[in-house]
Nanobody, 122 residues
Framework: QVQLVESGGGLVQAGGSLRLSCAAS????????VGWFCQAPGKEREFVAS????????DYADSVKGRFAISRDNAKNTLTLQMNSLKPGDMADYSC???????????????WGQGTQVTVSS
């Protein structure tokens, strides 16, 4: 069983940057795809980005391509989401989760972290 804990959220002005981290424990992530999802009030949880832990293959939602970058640190067992050029529309609760296949489907992911709030002021 994998346990995931997010950190790094906060308040930033539009156009600014934030760096989210997701620390993993419990077992190796080598066989997992680990992803970031966001959920704004009154909306469904949405896929943001993912990375296959073993080979580093990445996937991004169209809305964040060119602005966000997902990466992983094998030695620290940590996932990172670098968020640049933030927009008010990016404001949401961000969570990381793990899946056993390459997918964007929320239902395929488990071991959800508690989430970290990103607030973007205009």
């Amino acid at each position: 069983q994998v346990q995931l804990v997010e950190s790094g959220g906060g308040l930033v002005q539009a156009g600014g940057s934030l760096r989210l981290s997701c620390a993993a424990s419990g077992r190796s992530l080598g066989s997992y795809v680990v992803g970031w999802f966001c959920q704004a009030p009154g909306k469904e949880r949405e896929f943001v980005a993912s990375i296959s832990w073993s080979v580093g293959l990445t996937d991004y939602a169209d809305s964040v391509k060119g602005r966000f970058a997902i990466s992983r640190d094998n030695a620290k067992n940590t996932l990172t989401l670098q968020m640049n050029s933030l927009k008010p529309g990016d404001m949401a609760d961000y969570s990381c989760a793990a899946a056993l296949r390459y997918t964007r489907e929320v239902g395929d992911f488990g071991s959800w972290g508690q989430g970290t709030q990103v607030t973007v002021s205009s």
